[in-house]
Each structure stands twice: as C-alpha cells, then as structure tokens.
C-alpha cells in the first residue's frame, strides 16, 4: 500500500471538470476509492495506476513521496461491457496491448479472432500500420457509433460461446512517451477471458507491442 497526495488527485480531478463519480466511472474503481484517494488514505499500487490515466498523469505523480515500487507494478484489468466505452478509449491511445487470456477451441476462434481485430483495427498506432486506418474515428461521433455497435454485437457472441462463455476484460495507465521528453502516453489493456475470471493483474509495460496475441496474460 502506498499513499497519494490527496490534493493533487483533487486538483487535477477539477483542472478536467471531473465529479467524484465521473472520475471513478472512468477508473473503474468505486467512488469511496476516490475518496480515500483525495483523503490521503493508502491505496494499492493498481488503483493509483487506474486512476492516474484519466488524469493524464504518471501513477509517480499522485504519491506523496517518489516510490521505485510504482514503476514495476500492475494494473487490475475488469469487465467491460459498453462498446462505446471500448471505441472511445482505444481510439485515443497511444498505445495498445491486447490478447486473450484463455485456452481456445476452434469454435471460439472463429467468433474471438475477428473480434479483436476489429478492436486491434481501431487503433490507428498498430502494428498492422495505419494506411487503412479510418481515421473518422478520430472525428465524428457516427463513425464511433457504427463501431461500437459492432463490438457491441460480438461481445454478446463470445458471451454465447461453449463449452463456456467469455468476456472481455479491459484497464488503462500511463507511461513516459517513447519519443523523448516528458510526454506522457496512455495505454489501452484489453483481454478475451473466460466469463469465470472476474478480474485480471497485468504487468506494466514500457512501451508495449500494440498487437494482439494468442496466448496466456502476462
């Protein structure tokens, strides 16, 4: 447990225009975090992480004094069900990590496959490059619409999947930019997971591959 500068979290919350309850919409935590946060109570390493991204911020930046644990520690991946809210954060990351954290069957691959690449394809920073890229993401509310509606519609299908159904698990953080500087880049996490895990520990990384991968979470 590490503790927050509670005045800092509270002055940055306000700087964006941010309630209590808006800020732990976005965070994923509950509002009584955001409250203990701005209180100066102590808190884990992984909720400081959720809750500096939507801030802007580096996790280093809200702790009272500087701590070497921060840098190494990872964040609490949970259940994502709004399509709209997956577009509009993936859109506007800088980066992306993003895999499946189940054992698949053949079945499975054929609906979870096209998913996370229309997921992957939303991003205009991966590896698959940006030629394509519909960059009206980036501008107008319809074209974010559309494709929530089809993320929308293949959540629901891996949640139907046998021999057992899946969902999606998804958090963010932030880290120094990798172009120099003291740019700080947020990165989108998400996971395919078995409808039984509820919740997800990734590990941080620096500057994490922006593609998708078949295999067990890191």
Not at 43 to 60: D, K, R
Not at 107 to 114: E, F, H, R, T
């Amino acid at each position: 447990m590490i503790i927050p500068n509670g005045q800092r979290i509270a002055t940055l919350r306000a700087e964006r225009v941010m309630t209590q309850e808006q800020l732990a919409a976005v965070a994923r935590v509950d509002r009584r975090t955001i409250q203990r946060l701005e209180n100066g109570q102590p808190v884990s390493t992984e909720t400081l992480h959720q809750v500096a991204a939507p801030l802007g911020v580096l996790a280093a930046d809200l702790l009272l004094e500087p701590s070497e644990a921060e840098e190494t520690a990872g964040i609490i991946l949970k259940p994502e069900v709004s399509g709209l809210r997956l577009v509009e954060e993936i859109v506007k990351a800088s980066h992306f990590d993003i895999g499946i954290a189940f054992e698949p069957w053949p079945a499975q691959l054929v609906v979870v496959k096209p998913l996370l690449q229309f997921l992957e394809g939303l991003n205009p920073y991966g590896l698959s490059g940006n030629a394509n890229y519909d960059y009206s993401l980036q501008t107008t509310a319809v074209a974010r619409l559309e494709a929530a509606a089809k993320v929308n519609e293949g959540l629901a299908q891996i949640r139907e999947l046998q021999p057992e159904g899946l969902h999606l698990l998804f958090g963010l953080y932030n880290i120094l930019g990798d172009g120099g500087g003291e740019e700080i880049s947020m990165v989108a996490v998400l996971r395919i997971a078995q409808a039984s895990v509820t919740t997800l520990r990734i590990r941080i990384r620096d500057i994490p591959w922006c593609a998708f991968v078949l295999g067990p979470p890191t």
